[in-house]
């Protein structure tokens, strides 16, 4: 295992580098400097030099890059163009946010989705299994956004259990109350966003599960004395989670910035709307941020993946 | 009292009856030899007796089992009677074991099931035990082993030490040996007769090759349609075989087709010196990848007309020696010559070189109609013939496998397995090539499906001057098709020479080895035949 652990740290140090490049060649192509940019198009050239010589870019491209690099190492991503404040400090604040949401959704997802898929299986061609299945193929075919409204409309002015929308100013506070309260705010979100991802997680760890049920071992199992229930849970089961973990790793890269509708519609100052911000104001150091960080979170995901690759199936460990 | 006594047993899938009241019953320590082709209904019997049906079987009739009568059990008490009074061996070992649990839980879990108090400790203790006994010592297979660690016969051993480690009265063993190398056969079925003997077990052997019972089993039951046609003391059997089909089967296991096709001087196929290396997966990062070589130096070749056969265990290089063949893989050192001219990546050489492969099932397009399938070699010519030509060619192709013409509209699911066998040949023969490879071309085929398969093989060597090299693991079939035989061993050839002189006076040792390992029809029951 610590052979296959240290493989797959170096192949992610490998990916993380390379995206940082790529990233950064992409951005800095892109015709049209951001110092000009900045002072509109009636600014003097001392003006732009100095603006330039102030942001850094007075510099080979390859020192920009070692800069832009060294510094993110240590948590300093620059600072905005336009707000003129760190850009760390602007992800940390949507980041409290965005994370919490993510995580919410996925365990959400994932309570939702296993259950739901292993009683399908388990219960091929019954009544039950059909009704998991209509469910989830409206979950697929609901757009979230809509779903949400609903949600809106039921939960929260309706019903008043929830609020409309929006975060604690406080955030997550110190007391419990603080905590119970932002929790409250990204209930109706992480479930909008969490139902489309757990009826695809049931549907693929139903078909996982059925394939697995049909393997030579579990006859064998059978064979031994073990119970139907015993055999799944047994055997059935671990062998079955490797798709489904695949899909759990890009669910998670998903939600962490896809969310930018459900966003909107709570009025959540999360990762999806300062993106969509940077680049409608052409704030690129902010993209470009934003962007490694997902890149990052993406990388960070995989190699979690991998790693519960490794711990489900032994043949992985090995290489073989 | 019988140890399982089955009387009146049908059993239907659905609507299908594949079961018509048949009777057969085991004493302890007996070994009955259940014999039949695919589809006899041998291995639903088996489960039928273990009550692993499928979900829409119904059984009727009566499985007694040590006293139990096994079709009125609730699941509960069925669940206690597996592996507890009944221990089952499976076909395929590469798939019977849990890839993810090591091997040492997987014995341990028959313990442990049945005997709940047992402590974790205990229950490995004594699945190291059986683990000993299945020979598999514990420094060479400590209990922390994957199964993806083991080969197949070893993993068939750990498969039997999880059926006999609560010591059942009865093992059923479904066809336990079909998946391995003649003497990896050996040393299972060896195996299986010694754990018989000491534990004093009742031992249903299924199989669809008499010579694996023919020496082994002291009655014999054979089955044809879910029929028992014949059922006896082995010798008495043999000696009578009153039943046609019993006698079918015999003369199919040693079926020899006419051969004689003229064999010319001029090699055809020319393989010189060949080697093919294999990357290995990197150890580090950066480190050069190794190289593992699968076929090493090479070197034979085969006239016009001739039959060669070349046999060997797996992993003895004998795909990648036919890939090579094939031009579907380039070779690190020498060279592939047919006719004269290389065979890599060379269209007016490659159209005189057909292969037939093992699978019937997983060779063809299911999408595509027998029309397309078999005239897709066509697109080795420059010219492919159109219209009536075309169909002319499809028809004459057809027929001359033994099929119809009006077959060529039909989908491949439509055939059984010895057809699709068939139109692989005519997929083979059709833009009449000089040499056919037969990767294993009969392996799958049950024996009389593969009688009629060299039948037709020798009769159109004839007719159409082709050339055969025979790849297989099957001794018996090489030695009754080939002119010439190579036996291969770890990527290089050990032994060569005409067929009867390498099979009856073997000189090399694994030669030596590999014919005594293979299961052999006694002698004087031949004669009968």
Redesign the interface.
């Known amino acids: 295992m610590l052979r296959y652990f240290i493989?797959k740290i170096?192949?992610l140090a490998?990916s993380l580098l390379v995206a940082s490049l790529v990233i950064f060649v992409a951005v800095e192509v892109v015709p049209g400097d951001p110092a000009s940019f900045m002072l509109g198009i009636n600014a003097q050239p001392e003006t732009i030099a100095a603006l330039r010589e102030q942001l850094g870019l007075n510099v080979s491209l390859w020192e920009r890059y070692f800069t832009w690099l060294t510094g993110m190492l240590q948590g300093d991503f620059g600072t905005s163009y336009t707000y003129r404040t760190p850009v760390a400090e602007m992800i940390q604040d949507r980041m409290v946010i965005s994370l919490p949401l993510a995580v919410y959704a996925l365990v959400l997802s994932t309570l939702i989705a296993f259950p739901a898929g292993i009683l399908a299986a388990t219960k091929r061609g019954s009544a039950t299994d059909t009704s998991v299945m209509g469910v989830t193929q409206l979950g697929i075919a609901i757009p979230n956004f809509w779903f949400a409204m609903l949600m809106v409309v039921v939960f929260a002015i309706n019903l008043r259990w929830f609020s409309a929308g929006g975060f604690p100013r406080g955030g997550w506070g110190d007391s419990f109350a603080d905590y119970m309260a932002a929790m409250k705010a990204l209930t109706l979100p992480a479930i909008a966003l969490a139902l489309p991802q757990a009826s695809i997680l049931a549907r693929v760890m139903r078909s996982s599960l059925l394939d697995t049920l049909t393997?030579?071992?579990i006859?064998?199992?059978?064979?031994?004395?073990?119970?139907k229930r015993?055999t799944l849970w047994?055997?059935a089961l671990?062998?079955a989670l490797i798709p489904v973990l695949t899909i759990i790793g890009l669910q998670f890269a998903f939600l962490l910035a896809g969310g930018i509708i459900i966003e909107k519609i709570f009025f959540l100052p999360g990762l999806g709307q300062l993106i969509f911000q940077a680049i409608t104001q052409r704030d690129l150091i902010v993209v470009e941020s934003v962007v490694m960080l997902l890149v990052f979170a993406v990388i960070i995901v995989n190699f979690t993946v991998d790693l519960a690759y490794g711990l489900?199936?032994?043949?992985l460990r090995?290489?073989? | 009292m019988s140890l399982l006594q089955i009387s009146d047993l049908s059993l239907s899938i659905g609507h299908t009856q594949v079961l018509h009241n048949i009777s057969m019953d085991i004493n302890a320590g007996e070994i009955l030899g259940v014999i039949g082709e695919s589809g006899s209904g041998k291995s639903m019997t088996a489960f039928a007796s273990?009550q692993?049906l499928p979900e829409r079987a119904t059984c009727s009739g009566k499985i007694m089992l040590s006293g139990k009568d096994v079709l009125s059990l609730s699941?509960?008490d069925l669940?206690?009677?597996?592996?507890?009074d009944v221990?089952?061996v499976?076909q395929?070992p590469m798939?019977?074991?849990?890839?993810?649990?090591?091997i040492g839980d997987q014995v341990a879990?028959?313990i442990r099931?049945?005997e709940p108090n047992v402590s974790k400790k205990d229950a490995l203790q004594r699945a190291r035990e059986a683990l000993n006994r299945c020979e598999l010592s514990e420094d060479r297979f400590p209990l922390t082993r994957?199964p993806?660690?083991m080969s197949g016969g070893q993993r068939q051993r750990v498969?039997i030490a999880?059926?006999i480690a609560r010591h059942p009265k009865l093992l059923i063993a479904d066809e336990p040996t079909t998946a391995l190398d003649v003497t990896t056969q050996a040393e299972i079925l060896e195996l299986l007769i010694k754990l018989v003997r000491e534990d004093g077990m009742g031992l249903m052997m299924i199989t669809h090759d008499l010579a694996v019972v023919a020496d082994m089993a002291d009655r014999i039951v054979i089955m044809k349609e879910g029929h028992i046609v014949e059922q006896g003391e082995t010798k008495a059997l043999f000696a009578s075989m009153s039943h046609p089909y019993t006698k079918a089967l015999f003369q199919a296991s040693s079926h020899q087709p006419e051969r004689n096709a003229e064999i010319k001087e001029t090699p055809l196929l020319e393989v010189k010196n060949v080697s093919r290396d294999y990357s290995l997966?990197r150890k580090k990062?950066f480190a050069p990848a190794g190289h593992f070589r699968a076929v090493n130096g090479v070197s034979f070749e085969i006239k016009r007309g001739e039959s060669l056969g070349l046999v060997g265990e797996s992993g003895c290089g004998k795909s990648t020696l036919t890939r090579a063949i094939l031009g579907l893989e380039a070779v690190q050192e020498g060279e592939v010559l047919l006719d004269g001219a290389p065979v890599l990546n060379n269209r007016s050489v490659r159209r005189k070189l057909q292969v037939v492969f093992q699978d019937p099932y997983g060779s063809f397009n299911p999408r595509w109609k027998v029309r397309r399938l078999i005239s897709e070699p066509f697109y080795l010519l420059d010219h492919p013939p159109k219209g009536i030509e075309l169909e002319k060619a499809l028809d004459e192709a057809l027929i001359s496998v033994g099929l119809s013409p009006s077959d060529k509209d039909k989908y491949i699911h439509e055939f059984s397995g010895g057809q699709r066998q068939r139109i692989a040949i005519a997929r083979a023969i059709i833009i009449r090539p000089d040499l056919i490879l037969l990767d294993e071309a009969v392996s799958a085929l049950d024996v009389s499906v593969r009688a009629q398969v060299l039948d037709l093989l020798a009769e159109l060597s004839k007719s159409y001057g082709l050339t055969y090299l025979f790849i297989s693991h099957d001794l018996s079939v090489v030695r009754n098709i080939t002119d010439r035989v190579l036996v291969m061993k770890g990527g290089e050839i050990v032994e060569q020479g005409e067929t009867h002189q390498v099979f009856d006076q073997p000189s090399h040792p694994y030669t030596k080895k590999l014919i005594n390992a293979a299961p052999k029809l006694p002698e004087d029951l031949k004669d009968i035949a």
Not at chain 1, 312 to 315: F, H, L, S
């Open positions: 493989k170096q192949s490998l393997e030579d071992y006859r064998t199992a059978r064979a031994k004395g073990l119970s015993q047994r055997h671990r062998n489900a199936d032994p043949r090995s290489g073989k | 273990m692993l699941e509960r669940c206690r009677m597996r592996g507890n221990g089952m499976f395929e798939t019977a074991l849990n890839p993810v649990k090591n879990e028959t099931i049945h994957y993806h660690e498969v999880m059926a997966p990062l």
